[in-house]
C-alpha cells in the first residue's frame, strides 16, 4: 500500500526524530519525509508536483519549524499556499516563537495549527489527533480491521 508521505521540516535531528516517533504512537502509517531548511523542502515539494507521481505523491500534512538555516517557515507557508498544487494540505507551524505576530501571520497565510516548542511528546500527540485529517492518514487499527 503506498501511502502519501508527511513533510517535516526542521533542521535539529532530534526535534526531527521526536515528531516522527509522535507521528508512529499515533498509528500513522504515512512514510515521513524530513527536510532540513526551507530551500530542501521546497525542492521536494516541486519535485513531487512535477514528477511523474502526480498529485498522490504530494505529502498529506506539512510539519514546519519556523527558524530554518536557509528560509524561515513562514517563508515556505506563504510560498506553498501560494502554489495551486499545495494548498490543500494542512499545515502545523511547529516552532520556538511564541510572538503574536508570528502566530497571526502564520494564521493569515493558512496555518491549521500552531505549536510553541517546547512541546512535550503527549501534548504533540494530543495536537496531531486534534488536527483530524482521517480521510488522508492510515492508521494501523484501520489498516489492520481493529477496533469495531
Not at 498522490?56 to 513562514?74: I, K, N, Q, Y
Not at 493569515?108 to 492518514?137: C, I, N, S, T
Request: hydrophobic content about 50%; charged content about 20%; aromatic content about 4%.
Amino acid at each position: 500500500m503506498d501511502l502519501p508521505p508527511i513533510l517535516v521540516v526542521e533542521d535539529d535531528p532530534v526535534h526531527a526524530e521526536l515528531v516522527t516517533e509522535v507521528l508512529a504512537s499515533c498509528g500513522l502509517l504515512n512514510p515521513v519525509a524530513v527536510a532540513r531548511d526551507a530551500a530542501q523542502a521546497r525542492a521536494y515539494l516541486q519535485e513531487h508536483v512535477r514528477g511523474a507521481e502526480g498529485r498522490a505523491a504530494l505529502p498529506v500534512l506539512a510539519l514546519l519549524d519556523g527558524h530554518l538555516p536557509v528560509g524561515s517557515g513562514l517563508e515556505l507557508l506563504a510560498w506553498m499556499k501560494g502554489e495551486p498544487e499545495l494548498t490543500e494540505i494542512p499545515v502545523v507551524m511547529l516552532t520556538s516563537s511564541d510572538e503574536a505576530g508570528d502566530i497571526d501571520r502564520a494564521r493569515e497565510l493558512g496555518a491549521a495549527m500552531y505549536l510553541v516548542k517546547p512541546v512535550g511528546f503527549d501534548a504533540l500527540v494530543r495536537a496531531v489527533r486534534q488536527l483530524g485529517v482521517p480521510w488522508a492518514l492510515a492508521r494501523k487499527d484501520a489498516v489492520n480491521g481493529a477496533g469495531s
